[in-house]
Nanobody, 123 residues
Framework: VQLQASGGGLVQAGGSLRLSCAAA????????MAWFRHTPGKEREFEAS????????DYADSVKGRFTISRDSAKNTVSLQMNSLQPADTAVYYC?????????????????WGQGTLVTVSS
């Protein structure tokens, strides 16, 4: 499956952004989806995941209550609504997919990655 992330940009602290990831090439519902983020000097960090059906979601503690992941199987997209953004949220955000995530919260658990989209939150 090919993944294409979009929606990043510059936003002031307290603002919102909505990231989108379009999937192509395979049956979308066959994949669990997730968002990770990467900052220099760190490994990619798990932010949110959504199950194949979209019913089950999971979040990193740092974004619970602020970020919402959702998927639209009709459009083959997964989105990440980010509210109350803080400068610490500045990162390159990646969408990821796996038919059977081996480890839901770890980069190595996913097989397919989008190219990343940069989110910059100014103070």
């Amino acid at each position: 499956v090919q993944l294409q992330a979009s929606g990043g940009g510059l936003v002031q602290a307290g603002g919102s952004l909505r990231l989108s990831c379009a999937a192509a090439g395979r049956t979308f519902v066959d994949y669990a989806m997730a968002w990770f983020r990467h900052t220099p000097g760190k490994e990619r960090e798990f932010e949110a995941s959504v199950s194949w059906s979209g019913i089950s979601t999971d979040y990193a503690d740092s974004v619970k209550g602020r970020f919402t992941i959702s998927r639209d199987s009709a459009k083959n997209t997964v989105s990440l609504q980010m509210n109350s953004l803080q400068p610490a949220d500045t990162a390159v955000y990646y969408c990821a997919a796996a038919e059977r995530p081996r480890r839901w919260h770890e980069e190595g658990g996913y097989d397919y990655w989008g190219q990343g989209t940069l989110v910059t939150v100014s103070s």
